[in-house]
Every structure is written in C-alpha cells, then in structure tokens.
C-alpha cells in the first residue's frame, strides 16, 4: 500500500480507518492538496514563459486567500530545483477586488 497525504491507503485504495466527513479533515487535505498544486503548476507556468512576475485573479483564488497566503503554496510554487532562487524572487500578487474587469471601463 502506499502512503497518501499522511494516511497508509487499504488493499483497493482506501484507508480502512478512516471515515468520511465531508467539513473536517478530508476537506481540509483536499484544500491544502488543491493549494499545493495550484502552486506547483503556477510556478511550472511561470518558469516555463520566464515570468517576471504572477497575478491571480477570480473568485475561486479570492476564496482561497488563507491558502494561497500560506506557507504551501510558496514552497509549491518556488520548488523547482536549480531554479529555487530565480522562482523566490517572482512575485505573486491576488487581486481582490470583485470585478476587475469593470475597473475603467466606464
């Protein structure tokens, strides 16, 4: 079996002594697996086009900002090996506002 998350996974996938609570731990792992990956990618992105900084935008990032704030994303995101360096000194910027878009439009 493998290990995932923490947790030691049964014969077909599934850890046996686990129960389900969709509001307790399982929904926080999947949120600090989702911010994870979310990092890693925007950091594959931004290396891979030689970003010279990042700014995320949308609801889902807005409601993510405990997340994308924390300590899990910036090391997802400036993981990248050799690199290390040059992806710390990206920055990464939220845009909070609720529609951005609309900002001089008129």
Same mark, same amino acid.
């Given at each position: 079996s493998q290990p995932f998350l923490g947790r030691t996974a049964g014969p077909r996938g599934f850890d046996a002594g686990a129960t389900f609570n969709p509001f307790g731990e399982g929904l926080s792992?999947? &949120?600090? &697996?989702?911010?994870? &990956?979310l990092g890693s990618v925007a950091g594959d992105y931004a290396l891979a086009h030689g970003a #010279?900084?990042?700014v995320l935008s949308g609801s889902l990032a807005n409601r993510m900002r405990p997340l994308l704030t924390g300590p899990g994303f +910036? +090391?997802?995101? #400036?993981a990248k090996g050799r690199y290390e360096q040059m992806m710390s000194a990206i920055p990464v910027k939220l845009i909070t506002l609720p529609e951005p878009g609309l900002i001089g439009a008129a």
């Open positions: 792992r999947l &949120l600090h &697996l989702c911010d994870d &990956l #010279t900084g990042l +910036a +090391a997802s995101f #400036t």
